[in-house]
């Protein structure tokens, strides 16, 4: 049972579009849902990170929306680049043992 | 600092054999996880560890084992090597419970 839906499995944008990630939980006892970036034949990495009780969050081009009553929320990435193709994974972290569930991944491609 | 190390980067496995994977973090995380990684599928939680001498099972711990000996070293050992177990594995450490987790390069492990 995948605790953390993810979507869309694939994005293609052209660079300057405005890619958006969503994600879906049911497990109220996450208490941190965090965004990582894959690049290909790398481990992944922490890109941003949002609270259930913040709304949005912006760190550079990257924004995470969240909607607390829907139990959803969603990464744009503005003015997206070449460089961002990457596989992103949203996670939420269960409080009591602090485990990540990963949603199953977005391949995102951006032509230049 | 070189972070989260794991070894060997690639592996052939015949059906049955065993084999370990090893996995160094120098940043003197309590914390340490292993996870695989299938296409279409995101990360999953095989072990993890809040310290040395400690271990606990994750989303899908059949098949493997895990030690903690020291702070830094993390092996993952599989038995009976299966068809099933061909996957990338990637090794995490974390401070604490952090939704901040460092990955390493990962190990590409094929079972023929």
């Known amino acids: 049972q995948q605790q953390v839906k993810q979507s869309p499995q694939s994005l293609i944008v052209q660079k300057g579009g405005i890619p958006i990630i969503n994600c879906a939980y049911e497990n109220t006892a996450f208490d941190y849902f965090p965004w990582y970036q894959q690049f290909p034949g790398k481990g992944p990495a922490l890109l941003i990170a949002i609270r ?48 990540l569930y990963f949603g199953r991944g977005t391949q995102l491609t951006v032509w230049p | 600092n070189a972070g989260v190390t794991q070894t060997p980067k690639f592996r052939i496995l015949k059906i049955g054999q065993s084999m370990t994977l090893q996995c160094t973090q120098d940043m003197n995380h309590n914390y340490m996880y292993w996870y695989r990684q299938d296409p279409g599928m995101g990360l999953k939680l095989i072990y993890y560890s809040v310290g040395a001498g400690i271990t606990d099972k994750g989303e899908v711990p059949n098949g493997y084992n895990v030690s903690r000996s020291t702070t830094e070293d993390f092996p993952l050992r599989l038995e009976l090597a299966a068809p099933s177990q061909t996957s990338v594995y ?11 987790q460092y990955f390493g390069p990962g190990t590409r492990l094929t079972v023929t």
């Open chain 1, 52 to 99: 259930p009780d913040v709304s949005e969050k912006k760190e550079g081009r990257f924004t995470i929306s969240f909607n607390k009553s829907a139990k959803q929320f969603s990464l744009h990435i503005m003015d997206s680049q070449p460089g961002d193709s990457a596989t992103y994974f949203c996670a939420g972290r269960e409080s009591t043992l602090g485990r």
């Open chain 2, 90 to 100: 990637f090794c995490a450490s974390g401070l604490g419970s952090s939704y901040e």
